[in-house]
Nanobody
Framework: VQLQASGGGLVQAGGSLRLSCAAS????????MGWFRQPPGKEREFVAR????????IYADSVKGRFIISRDTSKNTLYLQMDSLKPEDTAVYYC????????????WGQGTQVTVSS
């Protein structure tokens, strides 16, 4: 599967952005897709994930109540709506897939930069 992330940019604190991740190639109806981010000088961290068939979601505590992960199964596209953005949300955001919650994340998009100014 190939993943193409987009939608990043520069936004002021308190603003919003919506990231998209288009999947192509071999896809599965019961897989899991997620968003990760890597802040400058830090390790990559989990942001949120969604199950493709039922839409069940899990969020990192740092984004709960501000970010919403969703998917459009007809378009094979994953989204991340980010509201009330903070400077600490500045990072390169990546989408990824895995077969189950116990499997490794084995397909990654190229990343999209999100910069939040104070």
């Amino acid at each position: 599967v190939q993943l193409q992330a987009s939608g990043g940019g520069l936004v002021q604190a308190g603003g919003s952005l919506r990231l998209s991740c288009a999947a192509s190639g071999r896809t599965f109806t019961n897989w899991i897709m997620g968003w990760f981010r890597q802040p400058p000088g830090k390790e990559r961290e989990f942001v949120a994930r969604i199950t493709w068939n039922l839409g069940s979601t899990i969020y990192a505590d740092s984004v709960k109540g501000r970010f919403i992960i969703s998917r459009d199964t007809s378009k094979n596209t994953l989204y991340l709506q980010m509201d009330s953005l903070k400077p600490e949300d500045t990072a390169v955001y990546y989408c990824a897939t895995r077969r189950t919650d116990n499997a490794p994340w084995n397909s990654w998009g190229q990343g999209t930069q999100v910069t939040v100014s104070s």
